[in-house]
């Protein structure tokens, strides 16, 4: 079974600075894909960035981007100039190729912003 | 957009009761998941559906069933309730391949006294 690890239960950063979400997985499967998903505090969970295994190239959307290792199996994000509404939970994600588009999630990071 | 709309915010029941949390979509989506949230363990897949009358266990299916009759809804049920249920329930589809992302309901903050 696939297994997503999230190591900093929480963390701050000051508005406008750089920040990184740390999160490694477990597979055996060489064909998958990989998510950032957010949880502001209104709870509803919405897709940050995705990445292909397959595709070498780090996914970027606006100001997140990905560190995507396949070898070490890491899958860190990046959020350049933070901004106070990307305070939230961040969750990683893993989707086995063959999966049903089921989702193993790691146990989160709580990003706070401050001002 | 798509809409994942959950049919309560807040919920709270009695142990023993019998439990249903409803979700819809209004995007034709062929793949519906259950998951519960608790704080420190992330997002647990309960039950998952990909066509309707279909349904497959997730990682913590034991206490929970669920029900799929019309594509667009897709019920998880507690059959006994009971306090270790306690929890926020998440509804999400989603219509295939990984470039289309699940899309998630509010959630269901669920108290079981």
């Known amino acids: 079974a696939q297994t997503v690890t999230q190591s900093q239960p929480e963390m701050s950063v000051q508005e406008a600075e750089t920040v990184t979400l740390s999160c490694t997985y477990d597979t055996s499967e060489s064909n998958y894909y990989l998510f950032w998903y957010k949880q502001p505090p209104s709870r509803q969970m919405i897709l940050v960035i995705r990445q292909e295994a397959y595709k070498q190239q780090n996914a970027t959307e606006n100001r997140f981007s990905v560190n995507f290792q396949k070898a070490a199996k890491s899958f860190s994000l990046k959020i350049s100039d933070s901004q106070l509404g990307d305070t939230a939970m961040y969750f990683c994600a893993f989707e086995g190729g063959g999966s049903n588009y089921k989702l193993t999630f790691g146990k989160g990071t709580l990003l706070t912003v401050n001002p | 957009d798509v809409k994942v709309t959950q049919s309560s915010r807040y919920l709270v029941k009695r142990t023993g009761e019998k439990v249903f949390l409803e979700c819809v979509q209004d995007?034709?989506?062929?793949?519906m998941f259950w998951y519960r949230q608790d704080p420190g363990l992330g997002l647990r897949l309960i039950y998952f559906?990909?066509?309707?009358?279909?349904?497959e266990k997730g990682d913590i299916p034991e206490g929970y069933s669920v029900s799929r009759e019309k594509k667009e809804r897709f019920s998880l049920i507690l059959e006994s309730a009971s306090t270790n249920q306690t929890s926020m329930y998440l509804c999400?589809?989603?219509?295939?391949?990984?470039?289309?992302?699940?899309?998630f309901g509010d959630g269901t903050r669920l108290s079981i006294l």
């Open positions: 999400a589809s989603t219509s295939g391949p990984a470039e289309k992302p699940q899309h």
């Open positions: 559906s990909y066509d309707v009358k279909m349904k």
């Open positions: 995007m034709d989506h062929e793949n």
